[in-house]
Every structure is written in C-alpha cells, then in structure tokens.
C-alpha cells in the first residue's frame, strides 16, 4: 500500500465502526463471539475420548463406567444418587429372590426354619410390575420387604447358596459377602 493510506489493521477496526450502525455493529460482536465459543467446543471434543462398551446384559458395562467415573474424581451428586437408589432396591429384591429359589433348588435347608415367612414372602412379590420392569422401586415398598431381607440375609442357609453362586445365575450381588 502506499505510505498515506492507513494500514490493513487500523482499517479493520476503524472501518467496521465508522461505516456500520449500531445494530449491525452488535450483530458482528455477537457473530465473533459466537466464532470463539465454537472454536473452543472444536477443541473440547477433539480432547473427548469416546470408547465403545460391548458385552451381554449384567456383564459389568454400566458399573465399569461408574467406577471410571468415581477414579476419576467426579464423585456422584445427590440427584444421581437418588436416581440409582431405585434400581438398588429392585436389584436387592431380584437377588435375594434367586437366592431364595436358588436355596431351595439346591436342597439347602435353613439356618433357621422361621425365615422360611420371610421367604415366602419375598419370593411373593411382584417383579413384573412396571416399577421393577424399569427398575424404579419406591423406598416405601422396599422398606415393606427390608427386615426380612435382612433376616434372610443372615441365614445361614441363604449365605450358603450364595457360596455356590457358581451354580445359578445371580445378577447384580456379586462382592457383598460379610457385608
């Protein structure tokens, strides 16, 4: 350029200002700023890993994303707890049911013969309505079935099933013995 005529720069800045109203000033600052919000979400998800989880149901996918998550440093916050606190007590229904059926299949008796209630019991609840179908049971339903679970969890004749989980299919107990 020649010497007189001012520098590509300052016509960039003056030039926008000096020349555009104040609507279309504005609709150029927000287009930049939305420029560089896009530029730094370009650069997050090229940093995101993503990883592609198969294997069969209860094969452990969900739970290995959850400790991930946990090594990690982002700990679980109270709303994502209260959301697993129904699929807990639906799983701790299913599981203490196999464990009850699984007790009487493999001709183990009872630690003691009173908890036969309590498994009469368990083994009486409905795991097909809609709320265990999606594994959202209520605290106050569970709470209904917690003693004798607890109870049948201590005896020793559903602790020795459990010992030979090896032999049935048991979903979602695995690590609780002594627990």
């Not at 800045?13 to 730094?40: F, H, M, T, Y």
């Not at 989880?53 to 998550?69: D, P």
């Not at 209904?144 to 989980?165: C, E, P």
């Not at 299919?169 to 695995?174: D, E, F, S």
Request: net charge positive; proline share 2%.
């Amino acid at each position: 350029m020649a010497d007189f005529l001012p520098s590509r720069s300052v016509l960039k800045v003056c030039l926008p200002a000096c020349l555009l109203n104040n609507g279309e000033a504005e609709q150029i600052r927000k287009s930049k700023e939305i420029d560089r919000c896009l530029s730094r979400e370009k650069t997050f998800v090229k940093r995101l890993v993503k990883i592609l989880l198969l294997g069969a149901g209860e094969s452990g996918k969900s739970t290995f994303l959850k400790q991930m998550r946990i090594i990690h440093g982002q700990d679980f916050d109270q709303q994502a707890r209260e959301d697993f606190r129904g699929t807990i007590y639906s799983n701790v229904i299913k599981g203490i049911r196999v464990l009850v059926d699984a007790r009487e299949k493999l001709h183990i008796p009872w630690g003691d013969p009173e908890n036969q209630q309590h498994g009469d019991m368990v083994m009486s609840f409905d795991t097909r309505s809609a709320k265990m179908a999606n594994g959202q049971l209520a605290k106050t339903e569970f709470m209904m079935y917690f003693s004798a679970i607890k109870d049948l969890w201590a005896d020793s004749g559903i602790q020795n099933a459990y010992d030979r989980r090896r032999e049935f299919q048991l979903v979602g107990l695995t690590g609780l013995k002594g627990r």
